[in-house]
């Protein structure tokens, strides 16, 4: 049977400086948005800057006593799914069918109050988690077993030990009647022994009660061990499902930052977009290294789907404080505008890198007079190395240009 | 053959949507307010309210006792402030009682908008961590208030029978304008429910909101019966501030209900009523669509 069933989930916030916080701010920035709107300059939705999705289009369904993986990145947008799936926010698009009731424990210790004792956050923690007063107390015995912290019962919890603290804090959560349980990484904390333990109560809930349990982890072994379906989440988007070996294994193949200058997620509904770039060096095409100061270009391939006229690419190259090093535009030294026809096209853009050994950022972006059609922040990143192989240091400066000094 | 299956699931989906228990959307009504869901929740409730009582005596010498030191050292320093050192009237109560009817009641009413009013920022952390309906904090406070205020007003029932069968003199009746109290009472609680709801929405997007609150409350406290006698003409632009001031025909009304006292003006207690209510509407309104979403804002 179906318990979860997420549909094209999509999460947006927007980037910048939206919400300053203050009222002012926020007056003058709706009148200028608003005037904006009279002049029918931009649509409203556009005027407001860049929108960032945490996630995009996400869609799984997980069955009953299913144990459900979820793998990725920090930042790959596990929480965010997490916290639309717990009703912490909402989703931008998108809905969820749930069947039963769900559980989440997102932290452990949540709602604990320090000065109140065991015995009453066992009741706290329980309500807060949607227990009713009876089921916690027809539980209580069980619990207080699981958890070990029998003698504490009375003693305010800030006396705790930590791994006291997180033995209880579990302990009420794994006695959780849900349906369905959501488990984020908790098993991170706590002694061997008790982990051991929480493993053996998850696989019980799922095997025994006919539980539907979601676990999130970056623990491999953890995820390979308890999980009977499993899914990689990346840049906000589902990369694969399937059984946890097979989705582990592609999660640790690219859990590195990706060297191939290959693109991994393209939106389809763009009309032109880059595919991938390389470096042409005197190491020859297809490396990511350059030589400080040398004259390299950045080869890209660009994927146009509509006849585009006036065209401008851009390419910039940045350091990892996001100061840009190169911009170079295709207009930079003819006039004459770029038209592009439908097809891939191979581009070049020329220049020499004087900086300093490290590692550099590129980002590649093709716009029309009037709009942006697509920008790629590559995470592959452009290696320099200099000459001298100094030690980098904040006070060296970002360029590695010859230098003297004599006293006249 | 693969285009087919596709549109197949989504049949089945349409069907199946019935089915489901639950539903996440993206988009919900304006409207919509479980009460259903958060009756469930009223354990956590209580549980909350209980934290709060628990949780603030621990580890501490007097205990519950702080709640009669608030208001006992409030209306001294008033008598002292107001009555002695400024000559303002207490209409023909004696200050202890004048003072002290009109703070116990204006306490409930400036601590439910306050702690209401914070209560988004206050629980930021255990709001980001587990979901329940978002209501049963505000609701918590209300009911914690509603204890102190309990507590309270047996301060202020001693201090009415000491007059009542010692000091006969001063004249203080107590009779069946009693049953007004629990009217005052529900009234003071939603109008702060429903000012601290709104508040509380506006503060998570726009802090600075949150100091000017506090600042309000406090005059709004210089512009009603709390400081100022109303059996005597108030001119002016303090006088328009009195009237439209929404506590102020409750907080007569109750000095009335306890003491036999004071002026009862029909027009005013109605206007504070609607007030409340209407508040209260808008608050819970405001409440539930910022919720939804706030804590991708705080």
């Known amino acids: 049977m179906e318990m979860i069933r997420v549909d094209k989930i999509s999460k947006k916030y927007r980037l910048g400086e939206i919400h300053s916080g203050t009222l002012s701010e926020d007056l003058v920035q709706w009148f200028s948005r608003r005037k904006a709107r009279r002049d029918q300059l931009t649509s409203p939705d556009e005027s407001g800057g860049k929108w960032c999705w945490p996630l995009k289009e996400v869609s799984f369904s997980v069955n009953k006593g299913e144990v459900f993986g979820i793998v990725g990145k920090n930042g790959a947008g596990k929480s965010t799914l997490l916290k639309i799936l717990s009703k912490i926010t909402t989703p931008s698009s998108g809905n969820i069918y749930l069947n039963g009731k769900l559980a989440s424990l997102l932290e452990v210790g949540t709602g604990f109050h320090p000065d109140l004792s065991g015995r009453e956050n066992i009741f706290l923690n329980g309500a807060l988690l949607g227990m009713r007063k009876q089921e916690i107390k027809d539980r209580f015995d069980e619990i207080v077993d699981f958890s070990g912290v029998n003698g504490f019962l009375d003693t305010p919890v800030k006396r705790y030990s930590s791994g006291m603290f997180v033995r209880l804090a579990f302990a009420v959560a794994a006695h959780l009647e849900s349906d369905i349980l959501i488990v984020d990484e908790v098993l991170a904390v706590g002694d061997y022994e008790f982990q051991q333990k929480c493993m053996g109560k998850m696989q019980d809930v799922a095997n025994n009660k006919g539980r539907t349990v979601l676990f999130v982890s970056h623990n491999s072994a953890a995820v390979q061990r308890l999980c009977t379906r499993a899914m990689l989440l990346s840049n906000g988007s589902v990369k694969l499902t399937g059984s946890p070996a097979e989705v582990l294994e592609v999660y640790q193949v690219n859990h590195a930052d990706k060297t191939d200058g290959l693109r991994d997620i393209l939106d389809d509904d763009k009309s032109a977009y880059f595919l991938r770039w390389v470096l042409i060096s005197q190491a020859g095409a297809g490396a990511f290294t350059a030589r400080s100061g040398e004259r390299v270009a950045i080869r890209a391939s660009l994927n146009v789907r509509r006849r585009l006229s006036g065209a401008v690419l851009h390419c910039m190259v940045r350091d990892l404080n996001g100061n840009s090093l190169v911009y170079v535009r295709s207009n930079d030294d003819s006039q004459v505008p770029l038209t592009l026809e439908v097809g891939t096209h191979e581009v070049e853009f020329g220049f020499s890198l004087p900086v300093r050994h490290g590692e550099y950022g590129v980002e590649l972006a093709v716009s029309e007079p009037d709009s942006l059609i697509d920008h790629w922040e590559s995470s592959t990143r452009l290696k320099v190395v200099d000459k001298e192989f100094r030690d980098h240091h904040a006070l060296e400066g970002l360029l590695s240009v010859e230098t003297t000094f004599r006293i006249v | ?298």
């Open chain 2, 1 to 298: 053959m693969n285009f087919m299956h596709e549109s197949q699931t989504v049949a089945a989906g349409k069907m199946n949507d019935t089915t489901w228990k639950e539903v996440i959307r993206s988009r919900q009504s304006f409207f919509s307010l479980n009460l259903p869901e958060i009756w469930a929740y009223r354990d956590l409730m209580l549980m909350l309210v209980r934290r709060d009582f628990l949780a603030i005596y621990k580890q501490t010498i007097l205990g519950p006792l702080w709640f009669f030191i608030h208001p006992a050292i409030a209306t001294m320093v008033y008598m002292m402030v107001f009555s002695r050192a400024a000559g303002m009237s207490t209409g023909d109560l004696p200050p202890v009682v004048f003072y002290l009817s009109g703070l116990v009641l204006w306490g409930y009413f400036s601590e439910c908008v306050l702690r209401t009013s914070n209560s988004f920022r206050d629980s930021a952390p255990l709001l980001s961590k587990v979901y329940f309906p978002r209501l049963i904090i505000p609701f918590s406070i209300v009911f914690t208030n509603l204890i102190k205020l309990g507590i309270q007003l047996l301060l202020l029932c001693c201090v009415i029978l000491y007059y009542v069968f010692i000091r006969k003199d001063a004249g203080i009746k107590v009779g069946m304008g009693l049953f007004w109290v629990p009217f005052c009472i529900v009234i003071i609680g939603i109008l702060g429910l429903g000012a601290g709801l709104i508040v509380a929405s506006v503060t998570t997007k726009y802090k600075d909101l949150s100091h000017l609150v506090s600042f309000v409350v406090q005059l709004m406290m210089f512009a009603s019966p709390v400081i100022l006698d109303s059996s005597k003409p108030i001119s002016g632009l303090l006088g328009l501030l009195v009237q439209f001031n929404p506590v102020s025909g409750i907080i007569d009304l109750f000095r009335f209900a306890v003491t036999g006292h004071g002026v009862v003006n029909p027009g005013l207690i109605t206007y504070d009523t609607v007030f409340a209510l209407c508040l209260l509407a808008l608050g819970l309104l405001i409440f539930n669509k910022v919720q939804r979403n706030f804590i991708d804002v705080i």
